[in-house]
């Protein structure tokens, strides 16, 4: 389905170029006179897509996606390119949040092949973003009225203008953005076996066509801990490339250094006997907070359960 969201995204871009104005395949974003706080519109839908003629009655009692442990699909995973943006999908499963604008898709593409090759069904709970592991969970939140939802990712996109995320019709619906064509949202991954916090802090707003804004839930304070065996210690500075191979654990990951720089700069003076461990690892526009590398994954794990016991925040463990 990929591929004829692409080719509907350069259609779009055509019909740009021709008539000076922005195609809407849902309802168009603009942005307010010297803002760049994204503000959406009414519209009409684009061609031929919009709501069904005969949608159920029951939309809200459609339950929502249930997270459970998946493989991913290795096919989705390639690094591909759309309008002259390269993005590059996440390889696996792990902490991301960002604000952005979701919107919606609808009649135009039901029955059709997702980038998964599952059919798309626009009654179903599930979202379509441009890096996140297909297939991964998600719980999307309304800025507006705090409605949520949690949604599977099966496909790629959206691909035009500044939009984080293109949610099913019911998604939507459940949201309150149908009417509209989209709305600001938080968007959180949902790592099967883990619980995520009752009530976030705020992000950072996404801006157009940068990396997605990722942040973490803040640590609360806690009282100094006896010294435990760790990895070798390497000096403690600001941003760096891990180069050595091992295992490590990771915090958190950002789209913006600067975040990454003040969270490993917290996880320093509230974990010492992590301090000499800890770097932001840069790859691919994202700042991974990392510690390690440990001498085994077995190592690490103990870390990992020390780190959740001590800092309330359950860190990833991760092989390179």
């Given at each position: 389905m990929m591929n004829l969201r692409i080719a509907a995204t350069l259609i779009a871009a055509t019909a740009l170029t021709a008539c000076g104005s922005a195609?809407?395949?849902?309802?168009?974003?603009?942005?307010?006179?010297?803002?760049?706080?994204?503000?959406?519109?009414?519209?009409?839908?684009?061609?031929?897509?919009?709501?069904?003629?005969?949608?159920?009655?029951n939309l809200e009692s459609i339950p929502d996606a249930v997270p459970k442990n998946e493989p991913l699909n290795r096919a989705t995973m390639r690094p591909?390119?759309?309008?002259?943006?390269?993005?590059?999908?996440?390889t696996r499963v792990e902490p991301y949040r960002a604000r952005g604008v979701a919107s919606w898709y609808g009649r135009r593409y039901h029955g059709k092949?997702?980038?998964?090759?599952?059919?798309?069904?626009?009654?179903?709970?599930?979202?379509?973003?441009?890096?996140?592991?297909?297939?991964?969970?998600?719980?999307?939140?309304?800025?507006?009225?705090?409605?949520?939802?949690?949604?599977?990712?099966?496909?790629?996109?959206?691909?035009?203008?500044?939009?984080?995320?293109?949610?099913?019709?019911?998604?939507?619906?459940?949201?309150?953005?149908?009417?509209?064509?989209?709305?600001?949202?938080?968007?959180?991954?949902?790592?099967?076996?883990?619980?995520?916090?009752?009530?976030?802090?705020?992000?950072?707003?996404?801006?157009?066509?940068?990396?997605?804004?990722?942040?973490?839930?803040?640590?609360?304070?806690?009282?100094?801990?006896?010294?435990?065996?760790?990895?070798?210690?390497?000096?403690?500075?600001?941003?760096?490339?891990?180069?050595?191979?091992?295992?490590?654990?990771?915090?958190?990951?950002?789209?913006?250094?600067?975040?990454?720089?003040?969270?490993?700069?917290?996880?320093?003076?509230?974990?010492?006997?992590?301090?000499?461990?800890?770097?932001?690892?840069?790859?691919?526009?994202?700042?991974?907070?990392?510690?390690?590398?440990?001498?085994?994954?077995?190592?690490?794990?103990?870390?990992?359960?020390?780190?959740?016991?001590?800092?309330?925040?359950?860190?990833?463990?991760?092989?390179?």
């Amino acid at each position: 389905m990929m591929n004829l969201r692409i080719a509907a995204t350069l259609i779009a871009a055509t019909a740009l170029t021709a008539c000076g104005s922005a195609p809407q395949r849902s309802s168009g974003i603009d942005r307010a006179p010297g803002s760049s706080t994204p503000a959406t519109k009414g519209g009409g839908f684009y061609l031929d897509d919009g709501p069904g003629a005969n949608a159920p009655a029951n939309l809200e009692s459609i339950p929502d996606a249930v997270p459970k442990n998946e493989p991913l699909n290795r096919a989705t995973m390639r690094p591909y390119a759309v309008m002259g943006r390269n993005y590059t999908p996440m390889t696996r499963v792990e902490p991301y949040r960002a604000r952005g604008v979701a919107s919606w898709y609808g009649r135009r593409y039901h029955g059709k092949q997702t980038s998964s090759g599952e059919l798309y069904d626009m009654y179903g709970m599930t979202a379509a973003h441009t890096v996140l592991p297909i297939p991964s969970y998600v719980r999307v939140t309304n800025i507006s009225n705090s409605k949520s939802v949690i949604v599977r990712i099966n496909d790629r996109g959206p691909f035009i203008s500044d939009r984080l995320i293109d949610l099913s019709y019911t998604a939507a619906w459940k949201l309150g953005i149908v009417a509209g064509g989209s709305g600001l949202v938080d968007v959180e991954t949902i790592i099967p076996g883990t619980t995520p916090a009752a009530e976030p802090p705020p992000v950072a707003t996404a801006k157009p066509l940068a990396a997605p804004t990722i942040e973490v839930t803040a640590l609360p304070p806690v009282a100094p801990a006896a010294a435990a065996p760790v990895a070798p210690a390497i000096p403690a500075t600001s941003t760096t490339k891990i180069a050595a191979s091992g295992s490590y654990l990771q915090f958190g990951a950002f789209g913006v250094q600067a975040n990454a720089d003040s969270y490993l700069a917290r996880l320093q003076s509230q974990a010492d006997w992590l301090a000499g461990t800890l770097r932001v690892h840069s790859n691919d526009g994202v700042f991974r907070v990392q510690a390690g590398p440990f001498p085994s994954e077995a190592a690490a794990r103990e870390a990992a359960e020390r780190a959740t016991q001590l800092l309330g925040s359950k860190p990833v463990v991760v092989n390179r």
